[in-house]
């Protein structure tokens, strides 16, 4: 028996917290929050909740095997994508179904999705011999030389778009699973086109009541499984002796000693800060940085009939959206927008009536025009660079931004309301967002109505 402490208390940390523990191990988890959970977190006011991270569940299995008794349901429309000419595409979870509507879609192409499909399940299976099969570095035992061919090394998921679709529009729909790993399509390797065999295969699956109570889940796991689990506590460095390491010092300055440290926090953070090794770090630093989204949460009156519990808007230029953001690092002008609403499917998550809805564009951090993106301790980056002079957030309201000078700021510049709505088929009017001390909200437009002041009321 080992004494281990367990670094981030994410479904990661978690998860790993309570292997270890069932294997026989006296585990220790140190999360810096006052809660656990990690990126799977929420948000709640007013009888509407958020889910401020992960709103898709895949594999759902996995934490049945885990021991979570909590029973998923299942999506049969998985996303509804959008395209900048107008033209909608629905996915669906059964894999002849989604050929069908590829072939609606775009005629002549369903064959060649039943053809990706098949690409996609190989490289996954591949994976679950290989990269999900245990330690990045051991040698896989059930793996072979084809796995290797299998995921297209060498190739873009971009490359592997053209290799199967001549549609430019369905380019777009698999690129899209770069940005499941905050990567752009142009940049990221064609294995991440893996994962609609998940979604197509075991399904995109929604947790009744959010997503969050899986955390909640966990953290009951932990308790019955006696892992000592100290929120609120921040690990500051891992002590070693050169050879191995041999505990912690957290914030307070207190010291603990253990035989295994295992951290599940940024790689950045434990190479730069907390285990200093120059080389991994440069290796790492030359990767770049992932992309942040710009998130905003809205609860709003009434019903959208129809609106599908995901969607995802895309921008008209794919290529110029990701080179804002990875080349020219500024947000992008024209975003492609996730909108999640999870109320279509639970009514848990808003009062009879309204919805709550939230929606997303990924963007990086840097940009050029006076203002910043900050990082919130949720993780999540917002965009702080307020404007001193606002214009009202009524009719003329002609981007992301809204009343009250020095309190409010654009989003992603001038236009992009705009062609948000054109891409909506006007059902996105506007988005106004507000902020005070660094924290974003959302007053709200929706199919041509506006919503008065429903970010202004919960978050002043
Ligand atoms: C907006 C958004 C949407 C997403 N949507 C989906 C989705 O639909 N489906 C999906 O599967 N995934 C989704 N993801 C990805 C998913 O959320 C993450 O992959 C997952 O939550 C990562 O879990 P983790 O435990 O590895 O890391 P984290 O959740 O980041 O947990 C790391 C924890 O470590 C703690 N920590 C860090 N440093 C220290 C320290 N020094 N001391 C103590 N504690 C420390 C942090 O506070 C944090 O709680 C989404 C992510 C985001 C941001």
Known sequence: MAEVIVVGGGVGGMVAALLLSRAGHR???????????????????????FSLGPSLLTLPEV??????AREAVALDELCRYRFADGSVLRAYR????????????????????????AWARKCFEASQRTFFAGPVGRR????????????????????????????????????????????SPYRAPAALGCVPAIEHGAGGWYVPGGLPRLAEDLAGLL????????????????L?????????????????AADAVLVNADAAELYGRLLPDRRRLRRIAGLGTSSSAFLMLAGVDGRTD???????????????????????RVPPEDPTVYIGCSAVDDPSQARPGRRTGRCWSTSRRATRSGGRWRRRRTGIWSWSGWRAAGTTCRD????????RPRTCGTGTGPGAERSMARRTGGGWRRCAVRATAGRAAACTWWAGRCIPGAGSRWWR
Request: charged fraction near 25%.
């Open 396 to 403: 003329g309201c002609g981007s992301w931004s809204c009343s």
């Open 140 to 183: 896989p035992p059930d793996g072979n030389p084809a796995d290797l061919l299998a995921v297209a090394p060498g190739r873009t998921l971009h490359g592997l778009a053209r290799r199967f679709f001549d549609d430019r529009r369905l380019r777009q729909y698999v690129g899209r699973y770069a940005t499941y790993a905050g990567s």
């Open 63 to 68: 934490f049945h095997e885990l021991g979570v």
């Open 94 to 117: 059964d894999p002849d179904r989604m050929a069908a509507e590829v072939e609606r879609f775009a005629p002549g192409q369903g064959a060649a999705w039943e053809a990706f499909y």
């Open 240 to 256: 070693s002796d050169g050879e191995s390491v041999t505990g912690v010092v957290l914030a307070s300055g207190e010291r603990e």
């Open 306 to 328: 129809g609106l599908p519990h995901h969607s995802v808007v895309f921008s008209g230029d794919y290529r110029r959206e990701f080179a804002d953001i990875f080349q020219r």
């Open 27 to 49: 585990v220790r988890l140190h999360e810096q929050l006052d809660r656990l959970g990690g990126k799977l977190a929420e948000r709640g006011r007013d009888g509407f909740a």
């Open 223 to 238: 308790d019955d499984a006696g892992v000592e689990v100290r929120t609120g506590s921040t690990v500051a460095r891992v």
